[in-house]
């Protein structure tokens, strides 16, 4: 009789060939299984062959050609299944099973295959045909065959497929973090050895879900070790881009891991250490089979002492315990390759280094609020250390710390890193190349920092916007000529060869122009002294729980201050404080009479009512003036034209925070109290609102995380810890460098 393979790719010569090996694979391991004492028992032939049948008939295969074919597979399956099992019946078990870590999401597999099955209308359920059979599909051909078979379906229908978030696998609603991760980086150990991880995904195109293309024909190459800084305006798509990678829309090869710190942690209660360590899922499912094994072999020791030495029943036993013993040493080889040992040490210091104390890394993840659950997700994903490690703005959710700690870790990772951000100084400190997206492009800056970059851009704008003006002069100067003498009988032979050089010249497009922003805070009318000064103020919501003890600041006109220091260490408070929002136990708090305050918070910015325009929200909360003056001076903030009478949802998250700047303004403040003013700009925002503030006549206090702002604005730091506030002497990287020496000296691992 001819081979299983012989007959179906005789029987379905219609059928794509990746469907054809799929079949042949599957129908394959159905044989391979027949030879095993456990997985024979389970094996229910007529279902599984029934399941391959209707697969291949859905593909195109003819169907009565099927059907023979299935009869001649299956009466084959169960002539090998009653012939192997008298002999299993003597010897026992003594297959040799490897060790398979695929067969942990064989389930998933199964339900991912029917989304594609339903798409053809097929009836045939994958996921409960031998439910507990071990499926050593090889899934890369299933990936393909699955693509092909969505695609064939979509252009008959003629309907347009979208990049969107892992249609092709069966995406599900509040799918659990280990699921998702086993879909995206399958357990495959040892898949890479010798594999390049650099990544080159030639000319893709990339749209968000409602159509819209925002990169056209564009190359994507990263090189494994390389750290990226990705960078361009908002709105421009770069999100979605890290999206797409971290969901494998893009072609990313398979042996590549990934993971992609987008969320914040949903919170439940696994303490804040264990959520780590559970975040790399390849090390917890071996720890969960080691203890299934050893638990198993415990319960054979004991079944043992049950019968005869020589008996049948021990020979079974022995096979048995001898296949767990070989499977206990793979998974005992794979956890000394990942320094399993180290795990928890290694937890602990990046959430050390992140601001978790050690009594915080080990209350639940439900205890902490959404910025620090943010950082629970930046922790995980370190811990993992992926091949491909995807960050999406992580200075926003930190402070000045541990976005030092987080530069000094990334400089030493490993592997390859791809980072949203608009913060210069992180960039300056972590990207080894800069990856620019605009217009639907990516230009490559390989080998610089933020600011070479910047210069380069610039130059490079500058070079092609004189070219551009010296072949427009050229040509002006070209069609003068023509157009004067081409009926010109003495000229005319010089006027045919000026209008072949102008047919010559290559067609230039006009240099993008960056869209510039201006804003202005107003000027103000000089106080006498004193402004604000706070003299051993002391606080806290009961008097043997102080968050602020003897603390001592003054405030002038000409002040440029920068309050840094780790999150939860009372800089808010402070504020509060002296805004009279909250009253201090001790010590006092003077203001000038006349004072006026410009307070900014992102909570302004949250609770502004976007269902209306800026205008006339505005004239609803500070109610006074003509919607032309309001107009006006939302155009001081570079809220101008029609964007100001837009709705606010439709404004990007820069410029509600330019409407709320524009807010603060209106009655001319004498100090500007800014807290984490520069969240949500791009870099073009982060250089007006530098600008502003640099002229601005009054007094700036800000809490900011931005070193390249704070080095920019402030001339004084200072520094909120230990339940105090002091004056730094020095520059902010003078603090940044302090922090690091302190990290150094806590024990706390910034080098891999």
């Not at 370190?382 to 960050?391: E, G």
Request: proline letters at 3%; aromatic letters at 8%.
């Amino acid at each position: 009789m001819a081979s299983i393979g012989t007959q179906v790719r005789k029987t379905c010569t219609s059928v794509d060939p990746i469907v054809t090996d799929y079949a042949v694979g599957y129908f394959n391991h159905l044989s391979g299984l027949t030879f095993d004492a456990v997985m024979s028992k389970q094996l229910d032939l007529d279902s599984e062959v029934q399941f391959v049948s209707e697969m291949l008939v859905s593909a195109g295969a003819d169907k009565e050609k099927v059907k023979d074919l299935s009869a001649n597979i299956l009466e084959q399956l169960n002539t090998q299944l009653k012939e192997n099992a008298s002999k299993l019946e003597l010897t026992g078990d003594t297959s040799k099973r490897l060790l398979d870590i695929n067969v942990l999401k064989s389930h998933n597999n199964k339900a991912n295959l029917n989304a594609s099955l339903s798409l053809l209308g097929v009836g045939g359920d994958i996921e409960h045909a031998g439910r507990q059979m071990e499926t050593r599909v090889d899934l890369k051909k299933l990936a393909k065959a699955e693509e092909k078979i969505a695609k064939k379906v979509a252009k008959r229908n003629n309907k347009f497929v979208k990049y969107e978030a892992s249609k092709l696998i069966g995406e599900r609603k509040d799918e659990d973090y280990d699921s998702f991760f086993l879909e995206i980086n399958p357990l495959d150990f040892g898949s890479s050895a010798g594999k390049s991880k650099d990544i080159h995904i030639d000319t893709f195109d990339l749209y968000v879900g409602d159509g819209q293309r925002i990169l056209s024909n564009a190359q994507l190459t990263l090189s494994f070790g390389h750290r990226y800084g990705l960078v361009g305006q908002n709105g421009i798509g770069k999100s979605t881009l890290l999206r797409a990678l971290s969901r494998r829309e893009l072609n990313v090869p398979k042996h590549i891991s990934i993971l992609h710190v987008e969320q914040e942690l949903r919170g439940d209660e696994t303490k804040a250490l264990q959520s780590v360590l559970d975040a790399d899922v390849w090390r917890k499912q071996l720890l969960t089979e080691e203890n299934k094994i050893n638990e198993r072999l415990k319960e054979i020791e004991k079944l043992r002492e049950e019968f005869d030495e020589d008996s049948l029943e021990v020979k079974k036993l022995d096979n048995e315990r001898e296949d767990l013993d070989a499977h206990l040493i793979q998974i005992s080889e794979k956890l000394v390759d990942m320094e399993s040992d180290k795990a928890e040490a290694r937890a602990a210091s990046i959430l050390y280094g992140l601001g978790f104390s050690t009594e915080a890394q080990q209350q639940p993840t439900n205890s902490f609020s959404g910025g620090w659950r943010m950082r629970l997700s930046l922790a995980r994903a370190l811990f993992c250390q992926p091949d491909l490690l995807l960050l999406d703005e992580p200075s926003n959710m930190l402070d000045v710390p541990s976005i030092a700690y987080l530069a000094e870790y990334l400089k030493s990772y490993p592997s390859t890193v791809l980072t949203v951000s608009h913060d210069r100084a992180f960039l300056n400190e972590v990207a080894t190349d800069i990856i620019y997206q605009h217009n639907e492009r990516l230009d490559y800056y390989r080998g610089q920092d933020f600011d070479t970059f910047y210069t380069t851009k610039e130059e490079r704008r500058k070079n092609a916007q004189r070219e551009y003006d010296n072949q427009m002069a050229y040509r002006k100067h070209l069609q003068e000529f023509i157009d004067k003498f081409r009926y010109n009988a003495a000229k005319s032979s010089e006027a045919q060869s000026r209008i072949k050089k102008l047919e010559k010249l290559p067609v230039l497009e006009p240099p993008e122009q960056e869209k510039s922003i201006d804003f202005k805070f107003p000027d103000c009318e000089k106080l006498s002294p004193p402004i604000i000064q706070l003299q051993d103020v002391s606080f806290g919501y009961s008097p043997d729980k102080l968050l602020l003890k003897d603390v001592n600041l003054d405030i002038q006109m000409d002040s440029r201050i920068a309050l840094v220091g780790a999150n939860g260490c009372g800089k808010t408070t402070l504020l509060k404080v002296m805004l009279e929002q909250l009253r201090p136990l001790s010590g006092y708090v003077s203001r000038n009479p006349r004072l006026r305050i410009g307070y900014f918070t992102q909570h302004h910015v949250d609770s502004m009512d976007l269902s209306t325009s800026a205008v006339d929200w505005m004239s609803k909360t500070f109610p006074g003036k003509t919607d032309e003056e309001y107009r006006r001076h939302l155009g001081s903030f570079g809220i101008t034209g029609t964007l100001g009478l837009q709705k606010m949802q439709l404004l990007s998250g820069g410029q509600k925070s330019r409407v709320a700047f524009a807010a603060l303004c209106l009655n001319n403040p004498h100090i500007l109290i800014l807290d984490e003013p520069s969240n949500h700009l791009d870099t073009t925002g982060i250089d007006a609102l530098v600008d502003a503030m640099k002229n601005f006549t009054g007094g700036i206090l800000m809490v900011s995380h931005d070193i390249s702002v704070i080095n920019n604005v402030c001339k004084e730091i200072w520094v909120s810890e230990k339940g105090t506030v002091n004056r730094f002497n020095g520059t902010i990287y003078d603090y940044r460098d302090y922090i690091l020496s302190a990290a150094d000296a806590a024990g706390v691992v910034k080098r891999h």
